[in-house]
Nanobody, 124 residues
Framework: QVQLVESGGGLAQPGGSLRLSCAVSGFTLGPMAIGWFRQVPGKEREGVLCLTSSNRTTYYLDSVKDRFTMSRDRAKNTMFLQMNSLKTGDTAVYYC?????????????????WGQGTQVTVSS
């Protein structure tokens, strides 16, 4: 059974930083790409960025390109989303998701498994 467990959300001030973690277990389907999505109440979920199986990052939001980075600890099968210079517009529930394959996708339905989501609130 595949499980994704997220952690690291919380409250940050504008300009601050947070690091989200996504621990993946039970995934045995081969190459894996990992995406981060976010959703604000009343709006559609949007793709933020993704890491391919070869550790190449693809950004789907221009607003995060110079502020968010992804990394992977293969030994622990855990992915990280480092968020710096946070803005109030980054407030959302953040989800990690994995898909079987070498490449990323911006579209949620292309992902096979999802984490439970973690709230990120940026406020002074």
């Amino acid at each position: 059974q595949v499980q994704l467990v997220e952690s690291g959300g919380g409250l940050a001030q504008p300009g601050g930083s947070l690091r989200l973690s996504c621990a993946v277990s039970g995934f045995t389907l081969g190459p894996m790409a990992i995406g981060w999505f976010r959703q604000v109440p009343g709006k559609e979920r949007e793709g933020v960025l993704c890491l391919t199986s070869s550790n190449r990052t693809t950004y789907y939001l221009d607003s995060v390109k110079d502020r968010f980075t992804m990394s992977r600890d293969r030994a622990k099968n855990t992915m990280f989303l480092q968020m710096n210079s946070l803005k109030t517009g980054d407030t959302a529930v953040y989800y990690c998701a994995v898909r079987n394959g070498y490449y990323c996708s911006e579209y949620g339905p292309d992902y096979n498994f999802w984490g439970q989501g973690t709230q990120v609130t940026v406020s002074s």
